[in-house]
C-alpha cells in the first residue's frame, strides 16, 4: 500500500486513517478489536482517537477509546506497526480541558497509561484555547518531545489565522510547529477548508487529516428523504443539514461516478479525498465489521479526471 509523509514530521502513513470515535460508544470492545484486526490486516496502519473519546455515550467518562486500543496493541504485539495519533484539549472534568502546560503534562500521561504505550506518534490539540499563549502550548510539547513521549504535533479546528499564527510561532522561536492540521472536510463542506485552510497547508507542508469524510454518513446514500430520518441516531440532524437541492446534486453524482466503477458512494466520496492534492488520509470508521469492506475498497479505488470534475462540479460552493 501506498504510503504518504505526514507533513515533515518523518512518520509515513497509509492514505486512509481508522476514527476511533466508535470505540466504546458504538463498538463494544469485542467489535472494536475485530474492526482494528481487520484495518491492520488490509495493510493500514494510521489510527486517530482523543482523550475525550467517548465521553457523550450514556456511563462514559471519557477515555473509553484510548483503552479499548491500547489494549488491542498490547494485546496484539503491534505497537511498532502502529501510527498512534490522539488529542488533548476537550474537557475531561471540572478544570480539565484547554491547552495549558500544565494540564498537557497531566493529559498526555493519562492518555500514555490508557494506551498502554511509552509515546504518542502525533499528539493533537483538540481545539483552539486562546487564553493560553502559543509559546506555552508549544513549550509543554517540546518538553514531550524531547522526553521521547510526543514524536510530533498536530492542530484540530484551528481558524486559517489561528493556524497561520501558530506556524509564524514556531518559525520565529524553534519551537515545534504543528506538523498537521485536522480540520471538517467532505464533498459537502468543503468552503470552510478550502477556502483559506488549504492555501497554508500546503504553502507549510502541513499533512491533512480531515474529519467527518462522510458528512455524518450523509454521502454513503443512506439518507435520500425525510423518511429516512430514523435510519440512525443521528438521521434528523442529517437529513436536515444535508437534505438540500446541493446534498441531492452531490448524491446523484456520487451515483453516477459509483455505477461506472462497480462501487459505492461512501467509496466514492473517499477515494475523493484521497485524491485531494494536499490532502494526506482522510479519517473515517465504521461500527460494524461489514462496513469495514468499504473503507478498504475506497483506498483501492482510483477515479479519473473526468469522475473527479463530475463530483466537483456537483459540490460546488
Known amino acids: 500500500m501506498d504510503q504518504r509523509q505526514l507533513g515533515h514530521s518523518g512518520l509515513t502513513v497509509s492514505p486512509l486513517c481508522f476514527g476511533g470515535n466508535v470505540f ?3 463498538a463494544d470492545e469485542a467489535t472494536s478489536f475485530r474492526l482494528l484486526d481487520a484495518f491492520v490486516d488490509a495493510g493500514f496502519n494510521f489510527v486517530d482517537t482523543a482523550d475525550v473519546y467517548s465521553a457523550w455515550a450514556p456511563g462514559n467518562t471519557g477515555g473509553e477509546s484510548e483503552t479499548i486500543i491500547g489494549t488491542w496493541m498490547k494485546s496484539r504485539g503491534n505497537r511498532d506497526r502502529i ?21 498537557i503534562r497531566t493529559a498526555v500521561e493519562d492518555s500514555l497509561r490508557r494506551l498502554q504505550t511509552d509515546r504518542i506518534d502525533l499528539y493533537q490539540s483538540h481545539w483552539d484555547d486562546p487564553e493560553t499563549p502559543f ?30 499564527e501558530a506556524l509564524e510561532v514556531s518559525a520565529r522561536t524553534g519551537l515545534p510547529r504543528y506538523e498537521t492540521l485536522q480540520p471538517e472536510y467532505n464533498l459537502y463542506s468543503r468552503e470552510g477548508y478550502e477556502a483559506e485552510l488549504e492555501g497554508i497547508c500546503r504553502e507549510n507542508g502541513l499533512g491533512v487529516i480531515n474529519y467527518y469524510s462522510l458528512a455524518a454518513g450523509f454521502l454513503t446514500g443512506k439518507y435520500r428523504s425525510a423518511d429516512d430520518v430514523g435510519k440512525s441516531a443521528r438521521g434528523n440532524g442529517v437529513v436536515s443539514k444535508y437534505l438540500n437541492e446541493r446534498g441531492r446534486a452531490i448524491l446523484a453524482a456520487l451515483d453516477e461516478v459509483a455505477g461506472r466503477h462497480g462501487a459505492t458512494p461512501s467509496q466514492v466520496a473517499i477515494a475523493w479525498l484521497i485524491a485531494r492534492p494536499g490532502l494526506t488520509a482522510p479519517i473515517a470508521s465504521a461500527s460494524k465489521p461489514e462496513q469495514m469492506g468499504d473503507l478498504i475498497a475506497a483506498a483501492a479505488l482510483r477515479l479519473e479526471a473526468d469522475d473527479i470534475a463530475q463530483l466537483d462540479r456537483a459540490s460546488a460552493y
Do not use: C, F, H
Open 24 to 26: 466504546g460508544w458504538t
Open 135 to 164: 509559546e506555552d502550548t508549544l513549550g509543554a510539547y517540546k518538553e514531550l518531545i524531547d522526553q521521547g513521549k510526543v514524536r510530533a504535533i498536530g492542530a484540530s479546528n484551528l481558524t486559517a489565522p489561528r493556524l497561520r
Open 83 to 103: 501510527v498512534l495519533a490522539t488529542k488533548v484539549g476537550s474537557e475531561m472534568g471540572p478544570g480539565k480541558k484547554g491547552l495549558s502546560p500544565a494540564w
